[in-house]
């Protein structure tokens, strides 16, 4: 199932999956996708920017395609190397599934 967007709110059913803001005063913005099951209570976090364009859409992609990645990991540190596999195979922009 896809993350439902509300505003800069990620769901995964009724779950926040994912969180994206702006920090105050920063030209950058913060991208954080929970992940395992709704117990293990870790975040991976990634900054997409500088803000011009569609960088929010960039941001969405990232949030989902991590999550993606990372909704059945046990813990931290299996997700980390998850995304850093993924993100090898695929190069630059790894998050934009053309």
Same mark, same amino acid.
């Given at each position: 199932?896809? /993350?439902?967007?509300?505003?800069?709110?990620?769901?995964?059913?009724?779950? =926040?999956? #994912?969180? /994206?803001?702006?920090?105050?005063? &920063?030209? =950058?913005?913060?991208?954080?996708?929970?992940?395992?099951?709704?117990?293990?209570?870790?975040?991976?976090? $990634?900054? =997409?920017?500088?803000?011009?364009? $569609?960088?929010?859409? +960039? #941001?969405?992609?990232? +949030?989902?395609?991590?999550?993606?990645? /990372?909704? $059945?990991?046990?813990?931290?540190?299996? #997700? &980390? #190397?998850?995304?850093? +596999?993924? +993100?090898?195979?695929?190069?630059?922009?790894?998050?934009? &599934?053309?």
């Amino acid at each position: 199932m896809p /993350i439902e967007w509300r505003d800069d709110v990620g769901y995964d059913g009724s779950r =926040v999956v #994912a969180y /994206i803001n702006r920090p105050r005063g &920063e030209n =950058v913005l913060h991208v954080r996708v929970h992940g395992g099951k709704p117990e293990d209570g870790y975040y991976l976090s $990634n900054w =997409v920017g500088p803000l011009h364009g $569609n960088v929010f859409g +960039a #941001a969405k992609k990232l +949030a989902e395609t991590t999550y993606r990645l /990372i909704k $059945n990991q046990p813990d931290e540190t299996s #997700a &980390e #190397a998850a995304v850093r +596999a993924y +993100a090898r195979m695929k190069g630059d922009r790894w998050w934009d &599934e053309r």
